[in-house]
């Protein structure tokens, strides 16, 4: 009888199988696939990572991330991943409280990550609100944020031109060229027009060459004058 692997348990889960795992991460896990730093999430670490929620991205204009998961804006995508980590740290939400800044895992020199706690005590990153803190992993802690985080624009790759479909470049590259058979064809609509026969052209001439031929009549000559 097989023996079905066991999924990890949560105890064993590292950072990018726990995000893989969460059914309201579902969107931040598509950023992590599409920007292949899966296996870095999944690293020693320590990390700390500000994961937004499937909610979160309802902030974003519309359509913003399809753009950033097609594959020729994936330099783009993982700066804007990196910007949610920070690395070489554990930071619970009893840590951040009493720091102002943390240093991202984005750009050279890192962008620092803005930190506050309100009045009422809700933590902040920048304006996003950390809603569930406190998710230890194997290799690190998540806190899931309200929130999308953007590095500064200035120090992200521009946004690449769409690639045209595939089926726009096929229809494109497999249009049918003028087809040389065809062209070939209508050219022979031309000259196999019924030719000239040249057996009734030259039959044509005993047809009139066949008309009885005309006989010379003898000069008659003239009458001899009579000697008187």
Do not use: W
């Not at 949560?10 to 995000?19: N, Q, S, Y």
């Not at 937004?52 to 804007?80: C, H, V, W, Y």
Request: glycine share 4%; aromatic share 4%; with cysteine.
């Amino acid at each position: 009888m097989a023996v079905q692997a066991e999924a990890k348990s949560p105890k064993f889960r590292d950072i990018a199988d726990t995000v893989a795992a969460n059914p309201i991460l579902t969107k931040f896990a598509a950023m992590i696939q599409a920007s292949e730093l899966g296996t870095f999430l999944s690293s020693r670490g320590p990390f700390t990572v500000f994961v937004p929620t499937d909610s979160a991205f309802a902030k974003l204009p519309p359509g913003m991330l399809d753009t950033l998961l097609r594959p020729e804006n994936k330099e783009r995508l993982q700066d804007i991943v990196l910007f949610h980590i920070v690395s070489g740290k554990k930071l619970t939400a009893m840590d951040l409280k009493a720091l102002k800044t943390v240093l991202s895992c984005e750009g050279d020199p890192p962008s620092p990550l803005i930190l506050k706690t309100t009045r009422t005590g809700a933590q902040l990153v920048f304006k996003a609100k950390i809603v569930h803190a406190d998710i230890k992993c194997q290799n690190g802690i998540i806190n899931e944020i309200d929130t999308v985080l953007m590095p500064p624009e200035a120090s992200l790759p521009p946004i690449a031109a769409p690639q045209p479909p595939a089926s726009a470049t096929a229809s494109t590259t497999n249009a049918p060229s003028a087809n040389p058979t065809t062209a070939t064809n209508a050219a022979s609509a031309d000259t196999n027009a019924p030719p000239a026969n040249p057996a009734a052209a030259t039959n044509a001439v005993p047809a009139n060459t066949n008309a009885a031929p005309v006989v010379p009549v003898a000069p008659v000559a003239a009458p001899e004058a009579t000697p008187r």
